[in-house]
């Protein structure tokens, strides 16, 4: 099976992000998206560069696929708070040959975020999928931005702590992927790698962002925000982080098995 997880931006990018998952849904199985808009007819099609129905122009997009989405935030674009029917958040887009046994949205902190207005509360998205008589998970993940450096703070720590109580109650295969806004040498980090493999460093991932993130952020070339994390019931078959410019980060992609 292929897994492709990848931070969107909003598709502020436009037709070449939807023309690279058009391309990639033809041997795609699951889907994982970060920062996801999604809107009630009434608001505008794009604000703030982001377009605010894109949950449902994917969903149109990849008709095999069953889509799940999640708002960590509503009436509010990349620029802050909006009077529009819009909300933020993750989806996830599973092929309809898999057996979708349970959905759930965990809360990794109900917390508003009082830096980011459209980051929200912070969720986990959680999928148990059944293929060929065997279970497993897949848990989307969006980390919050700020601070900026991506180190350790309380809060990264805790959220750390929240996903490897979820880990830790889920039975069977387990895939953890997403934008965790983390860079891979901090505590919190290493907590979910005493759980899992991080397949950032087992592959020796140079960097998981591009120059369109770097033209956005001249003050510091950040190379890191991306992980996905597999357990020991995971067959990883590949894995590869391609560079391209549909998004200001790069997408991760999973060839796996499951025994």
Not at 92 to 114: C, D, G, P, W
Not at 123 to 146: D, P, R, S, T, Y
Request: glycine content about 6%; proline content about 5%; aromatic content about 12%.
């Amino acid at each position: 099976m292929k897994l492709l997880t990848l931070n969107v931006w909003g598709a502020t990018r436009g037709q070449v992000l939807f023309d690279y998952i058009r391309e990639e849904a033809e041997d795609t199985d699951i889907f994982c998206f970060q920062e996801i808009f999604s809107a009630l007819p009434g608001a505008p099609e794009i604000s703030s560069g982001g377009r605010m129905f894109l949950f449902q122009e994917l969903s149109r997009m990849l008709p095999e696929f069953a889509g799940f989405y999640d708002p960590r935030s509503s009436e509010a674009d990349f620029n802050g708070p909006i009077a529009q029917p819009i909300s933020h958040g993750t989806a996830m887009f599973v092929r309809k040959n898999l057996e979708i046994l349970n959905y759930s949205a965990e809360i990794i902190e109900q917390t508003h975020n009082a830096n980011d207005a459209a980051e929200g509360w912070t969720k986990a998205q959680v999928l148990k999928l059944e293929h060929l008589g065997g279970a497993f998970f897949v848990i989307n993940f969006h980390g919050v931005a700020q601070p900026g450096n991506k180190l350790d703070t309380p809060q990264r720590l805790a959220h750390a702590k929240r996903l490897r109580l979820i880990w830790d109650s889920l039975d069977g295969g387990k895939i953890l992927c997403g934008d965790f806004n983390m860079y891979p040498e901090i505590e919190s980090i290493k907590l979910l790698e005493e759980r899992s493999r991080n397949l950032i460093k087992e592959f020796n991932v140079q960097n998981t962002r591009n120059n369109l993130s770097w033209a956005k952020y001249p003050g510091g070339r950040q190379t890191f925000a991306d992980f996905t994390f597999v357990s020991s019931e995971i067959k990883v078959k590949n894995f590869e982080v391609p560079y391209n410019e549909v998004s200001d980060h790069l997408p991760m992609i999973l060839e796996f098995d499951f025994h």
